[in-house]
């Protein structure tokens, strides 16, 4: 982004809503600020404990009272500002009638919308778009159905970006760090393995929530049976520890949820950070930074790893993809707004 364009928020106000999520949330509110706006954060959701976020997934209605105070409460403490932007991420707990007095109250604002998960995992959100000045979504194969939603992947923040992150030698070819779900686990187990017969190091984070998770994926997981509590950690990393470790690794290993098509944020980053990736999804290949010299898509249920692609370089991209998906670029993209000539 040119220096000219750096305050493109500048005297703004916008009303930000978000879930928590890895503390991304306050790294976006941060980077609004620093492009010149006037923030006011809120969590997007009414419900914090984890048995609350369990029924969430299942049914949003089992909260609607609960939601509707919650953001009525947020709407009257600022109905006196002029709000510039509304802007919304996921909107699972906001229900029509919320949306539809936040227009009221605030006229002049322009409601934006942006979902990072895929929209079946999200109840009645397509019931909820039309209130939107703007709608996107992460998902590309979301907005070719649904042509209510604007396509625009995640982004990488500064902590992920090459040309301020100061380059260390590999203390690792191959890495992973992330949260375990689903059968991320098996299949880091399988790659780990392959690491090891090829004498190539692997440096495995594998978080959980809780040791009651733990001991409930022991129970119904096959893949957990050999494990034991030492293999996890139920403390997270902070982005700037994740960034060193993923700068300190020649390859970064990724496994998407079998659910979803949309790239995780780890992908995003790893563009910032100049990194090849290893990924069990199979969409990447119709993104614009797709190279199979940097990229190497492995079959989930069957992960092999190609020997050259673990011994060969990464390959440059070109400078305008490396911009594309900063996340200065990812909030001009959300907030719809134009780009000024330089």
């Given amino acids: ?39 006011y954060f809120y969590d997007a959701r009414s419900v914090s404990k984890a048995w609350e976020r369990a029924i969430l997934k299942v049914s949003p209605l089992f909260f609607l009272r609960k939601s509707d105070n919650y953001f ?12 510039d932007y509304i802007f919304i991420v996921k909107c699972d707990m906001f229900s029509k009638k919320i949306l539809k007095r936040l227009k009221t109250t605030f006229p002049k604002a322009k409601l934006c919308l942006h979902i990072w998960d895929s929209i079946k995992n999200i109840p009645n959100i ?32 500064d902590e992920f970006n090459k040309s301020i992150v100061m380059h260390k ?27 090891n017969n090829f004498g190539f190091s692997f440096y495995n984070f594998c978080f959980l929530q809780s040791k009651f998770i733990y001991y409930f994926y022991k129970l119904i997981n096959p893949d957990f049976w050999n494990s034991t509590l030492e293999d996890f950690s139920f403390d997270k990393k902070t982005q700037k520890e994740i960034s060193e470790i993923s700068d ?12 979803q098509t949309g790239l995780t944020m780890r992908t995003i980053e790893m563009i910032g950070l100049k990194k090849k990736i290893i990924t069990t999804n199979t969409d990447i290949v119709n993104y614009d930074f797709y190279r199979s010299e940097n990229i190497c898509v492995i079959d989930r249920k069957n992960p092999v790893i190609d020997t050259n692609f673990l011994n060969t370089e990464y390959l440059e991209l070109p400078k305008e993809i490396y911009e594309k998906y900063s ?5 001009l993209d959300v907030l719809d707004i134009k780009r000024q000539k330089a």
């Fill in 169 to 195: 030698e590999y203390s690792y070819d191959v890495s992973f760090c992330g949260t375990i779900h689903s059968d991320r686990y098996g299949i880091i187990k399988k790659i780990i393995k392959q690491c």
């Fill in 72 to 83: 009525g409460k947020i709407i009257s403490k600022h109905k006196h500002e002029n709000f």
């Fill in 248 to 259: 300190s690794s020649r390859i970064i290993l990724d496994i998407q949820h079998p659910n």
């Fill in 327 to 331: 996340l200065d670029n990812w909030i």
């Fill in 126 to 157: 397509l019931n909820k778009v039309d209130l939107f000045n703007f709608a996107s979504s992460f998902d590309r194969n979301d907005c070719l159905k649904n042509n209510k939603f604007a396509f625009r992947p995640l982004f990488y923040a």
């Fill in 1 to 39: 982004m040119n220096d000219s364009q750096e305050h493109y928020l500048k005297n703004r106000k916008i009303l930000f809503f978000a879930p928590a999520f890895f503390n991304y949330e306050y790294i976006i509110k941060e980077k609004m600020e620093h492009a010149g706006a006037a923030v």
